[in-house]
């Protein structure tokens, strides 16, 4: 009904504005892309490391590696669609300029949506050549890894587009960050193994949508592909779906008067 | 072969454009609610090809609505209102890319350079990249804007900001343009600017609708006006027609802070067969056709009469009060 085929083409529309824009400010975009990642694999993994012993072989650098391409390709949706959005929705008045044109709201929140995606798939790629180039990935289905951050990409722009939908202000995110992106970041799988868990939390986090996204991510590293990936793969197309359903909904009921 | 796709998405967009011969605007018993406010209650008004007309009416008066609809901004709330022929309720897209909408405020893209805003503009039509670049260039000429055209929009002033609304409002060759308020805020050598482009336009043959409080602008742009007062049209007609009916040829004027002044001249002019409205500083006579009275001081007021004109009209058919 609404991420129809016939959709994507106008959504364009709008992703190619934000390209545009970011093509401009790439540079200052690119440093960061970089930096913070290897902040967190460093201090994380290197220095916390050196005292953190997992139940196999791996290092824990090795470890955290495939849950920071996870973590960062979700900030980086979120960010945009959040701050990003929401500047250009209520500050810049550029939602409004845009269905002033054939675009309608909803073209609007794809071309927002595919856009976070692809801001998704640029963290997650860069994070995952650094991996690379540290001889961290194993496998050759890591190739996977970006389509896959699209489809995450897609899910966690639409969640921060819903928050941006009900917005008063930017200090709303201080909230969604503080209550939402960040405890799925520490309790998502990212930085310690979900067996940690009792059996109870442990099924509940997966309910976190980090969880099974940086699950797959795993298991993409290592090569060694499980029902989980399945199920995974299922739960983030279902989830994405529905809060991209939700967020042209909402975001439709706060501009269209 | 990605051009091609796009130019055939524009023809496929524009498709509904095709009839012609149709009215550029009709509305009929057009209602427009927001929960419990009624901001247009059962306007009818019809648009004739190639005309500029105006929506006057005080702040809350309906007019912004009914252009919000026209432009598919907003959901008509019931009643019928036809674009081209084409009902904006269920052809939203094909009605907005005949349309030119040039905002009140400046809703510019301030991220990006000048003729980018164009650019990307023209391409929210799904106009191609080539295209869009022809048709950006000979815009930033037509409105002078061409030596600004790499600069960033928040160097510009306010007059040529305002230039650069109207260029990208007309960068889909637009057949309609709507114009909410187009010169608030300009010094005079801008709004001259930007009526002549206006006015070249009209030339053109644009139909033009067009929301202003001035009303030197609506007696120079407008062939036709509507008044609209709390979301109902208190009067139609051409500028002349209307300051013809409502006001008639002469008004004349006293003002004083002498309430008692007032009074005595209010007096004297309603005995002479005048219709008379008073405000605690001023007395306007209508009705008194043809009679001359040089400035002069009566009573302890400043009186003179003066040609009736659109604001007349206006005051007269929405009050004098000040109503928020």
Redesign the interface.
């Known amino acids: 009904m609404l991420l129809t085929p016939e959709r994507v083409p106008f959504g364009f529309r709008v992703w190619r504005r934000n390209w545009t824009v970011f093509k401009k400010f790439a540079m200052a975009e690119v440093g960061p892309l970089f930096v913070e990642p290897l902040v967190v694999l460093g201090a994380m993994g290197i220095g916390l490391g050196a005292y953190v012993s997992l139940s196999g072989d791996e290092s824990y650098v090795q470890f955290i590696g495939p849950g920071i391409v996870g973590g960062y390709s979700l900030f980086a949706a979120f960010f945009e669609c959040t701050y990003g959005s929401y500047t250009r929705m209520a500050i810049r008045g550029l939602y409004e300029a845009m269905i002033a044109t054939p675009l309608s709201i909803e073209d609007v929140i794809t071309g927002e949506v595919l856009w976070g995606a692809t801001r998704s798939v640029f963290s997650a790629t860069v994070i995952l050549f650094v991996l690379t180039v540290m001889g961290f990935v194993d496998s050759p289905l890591a190739i996977l890894i970006p389509p896959l951050a699209f489809l995450g990409g897609i899910l966690f722009s639409s969640m921060a587009l819903l928050v941006t939908a009900h917005a008063p202000s930017f200090w709303t995110f201080n909230y969604a960050i503080t209550l939402g992106v960040m405890p799925m970041y520490f309790f998502g799988g990212v930085f310690f193994p979900l067996e940690r868990y009792p059996d109870v939390v442990r099924e509940l986090a997966w309910i976190i949508p980090l969880t099974p996204y940086v699950a797959v991510i795993r298991e993409l590293v290592a090569g060694s592909l499980s029902m989980t990936t399945v199920w995974g793969l299922l739960y983030l197309v279902v989830l994405g779906a529905a809060f991209y359903y939700l967020a042209v909904a909402r975001m439709k009921a706060r501009l269209i008067r | 072969m990605a051009q091609v796709g796009i130019t055939s998405?524009v023809a496929a967009?524009q498709d509904g454009a095709g009839a012609t011969n149709a009215k550029p605007v009709v509305a009929q018993n057009l209602i427009k609610e927001?929960g419990e406010l009624v901001a247009v209650r059962g306007i009818d008004f019809e648009v004739r090809p190639g005309e500029c007309f105006g929506f006057l009416g005080p702040n809350g008066a309906g007019k912004t609505s009914t252009m919000r609809m026209i432009?598919c901004?907003?959901?008509v709330t019931s009643g019928s209102l036809l674009v081209n022929g084409m009902p904006v309720q269920t052809q939203?897209?094909?009605v907005?890319?005949i349309?030119g909408?040039v905002?009140q405020?400046?809703?510019?893209?301030?991220?990006?350079t000048v003729i980018?805003n164009l650019r990307?503009?023209a391409?929210?039509?799904?106009i191609g990249r080539a295209e869009a670049n022809t048709r950006a260039r000979s815009a930033l000429e037509l409105f002078q804007l061409a030596d600004r055209a790499n600069s960033k929009v928040d160097e510009l002033s306010g007059g040529m900001k305002r230039r650069l609304l109207i260029a990208r409002g007309l960068i889909?060759e637009p057949s309609i343009i709507v114009l909410d308020e187009p010169t608030t805020g300009l010094d005079p050598q801008a709004r001259h600017l930007v009526w002549r482009t206006l006015r070249r336009l009209k030339d053109q043959g644009v139909t033009m609708l067009l929301t202003t409080h001035y009303m030197d602008e609506a007696a120079t742009l407008c062939d036709r006006l509507i008044v609209m007062h709390e979301g109902r049209i208190l009067a139609e007609g051409t500028p002349l027609e209307l300051i013809r009916r409502i006001a008639g040829e002469t008004v004349i004027e006293a003002h004083s802070l002498d309430v008692a002044a007032l009074d005595r001249i209010a007096e004297h002019l309603r005995d002479a067969g005048a219709e008379i409205e008073q405000t605690p500083d001023t007395v306007h006579a209508f009705g008194l056709n043809g009679t001359d009275v040089t400035e002069s001081n009566v009573h302890g007021a400043q009186i003179y009469s003066r040609p009736a004109n659109l604001e007349d009209v206006f005051l007269r058919l929405t009050g004098r009060g000040l109503e928020e």
Not at chain 2, 123 to 126: A, E
């Open positions: 998405q967009e927001f432009t901004a907003s959901p939203a897209r094909a907005k890319s349309i909408v905002p405020g400046d809703n510019l893209d301030d991220e990006i980018d990307l503009y391409g929210y039509f799904g889909n």
